[in-house]
């Protein structure tokens, strides 16, 4: 959190999932290094050097398919949420893959050029009004370039320093970087392969990434148009019991960020649904030792201040609720962040 910053320390958790996360690159480099061995017919074989740059290629586009599904996946179920509490590994791993494709690309094919072999790709084919010979590789480098960006601003000193909002916007960027890498791909590697193969995995990988958001949005938006607005601003949430203990219901107010409103043994208090790290869902955590906690990072706020306890200094916007015949109501204007309400007391 923005107490303090320190190097990484990997904890019995961390050291688990990056153990899987190398066995698994491992494994995938090694199967597909293998299988192109024995699958092509002698006068079509690749170097292992062509070779390897595919398989660092593939791994890394398919561990950033991975990137852009564990969002939506730990929307839809909480079983998937581990796979998101250290989902920047998965990034940098995604970054040093794609650097290593590249690099072997560029050596082979123009380490021998008169010029700086970087220069020589950009320039060595200009035809970008052409589908067919399209200088995908330029197309590749932009990828690179801003998952550099992503990776070299993935600790949370730059999600403080920046500012969570900006630092959130320039991270989101990686759906422009998926875009530019699904266009590498087609115009590239699919244009001088006859196997449907490639084909299919492409389009499944595009299918599932896209059908995951517009599934997962669609019930996010069921939920949004739930909201029933009452006079003066205030917004009915429902019967106080029917909110589970220690934990919250969410609310959309007509303008503005959605509201999670928590009941915990008596009291009734909301706070705004968004978190300062990263903007997880506070609405689906839960309250612990009288605190909420993002099910994203574990970040956590008092429920009637949305303040973090010391020595953080995290602040969320607080709502004012009321309990009018057993029913719960939050108003829709949003207090100062760290602004103390009282919570509502359940009769």
């Not at 990997?10 to 293998?34: E, H, P």
């Not at 197309?139 to 998952?147: Q, S, T």
């Not at 389009?203 to 029933?228: W, Y």
């Not at 909420?292 to 949305?306: D, N």
């Amino acid at each position: 959190m923005a107490h303090g910053y320190k190097v990484v320390q990997w904890n019995a958790f961390k050291k688990r999932y990056d153990a899987v996360l190398l066995l698994g690159i491992a494994t995938y480099l090694s199967v597909f290094v293998a299988v192109s061995h024995f699958t092509f017919a002698p006068d079509q074989a690749m170097t292992l050097v062509q070779v390897l740059i595919r398989a660092f290629g593939s791994c890394a586009f398919g561990l950033l398919t991975l990137i852009l599904v564990i969002g939506p996946l730990a929307r839809l179920s909480p079983r998937f949420l581990p796979l998101l509490y250290n989902r920047r590994h998965l990034g940098v791993a995604c970054f040093l893959l794609a650097l290593v494709h590249a690099a072997l690309a560029i050596v082979w094919y123009q380490g021998f050029s008169d010029i700086n072999p970087f220069l020589a790709l950009l320039i060595s084919n200009p035809r970008y009004t052409s589908i067919d010979g399209f200088p995908f590789e330029s197309l590749g480098a932009v990828a690179i370039a801003i998952l550099f960006v992503m990776a070299a601003t993935s600790h949370d000193f730059w999600n403080a320093n920046l500012g969570p909002r900006f630092w959130k916007t320039l991270h989101m960027s990686v759906y422009v970087t998926y875009a530019l890498l699904v266009a590498h791909i087609a115009l590239g590697v699919i244009q001088s392969e006859k196997s449907p193969i490639y084909i299919a995995l492409l389009a499944a990988a595009v299918t599932g990434v896209a059908g995951l958001h517009m599934l997962t949005g669609a019930r996010e938006r069921k939920r949004d148009l739930a909201a029933d607005s009452e006079a003066e601003g205030w917004i009915k949430v429902g019967t106080a019991r029917d909110i589970p203990d220690n934990r919250a219901r969410i609310v959309v107010p007509p303008q503005g960020e959605r509201i999670a409103v928590f009941r915990y043994g008596n009291k009734v208090s909301a706070v705004s649904n968004v978190c300062r790290h990263q903007g997880g869902p506070l609405g689906e955590g839960r309250i612990v030792d009288g605190c909420i906690v993002c099910p994203w990072h574990g970040f956590q706020y008092r429920p009637e201040s949305g303040t973090s306890p010391p020595p953080y200094n995290e602040r969320i916007a607080t709502y004012r609720t009321k309990i009018e015949g057993g029913t719960v109501y939050v108003h829709a204007t949003a207090m100062v962040p760290g602004t103390t309400v009282a919570p509502s007391m359940i009769v």
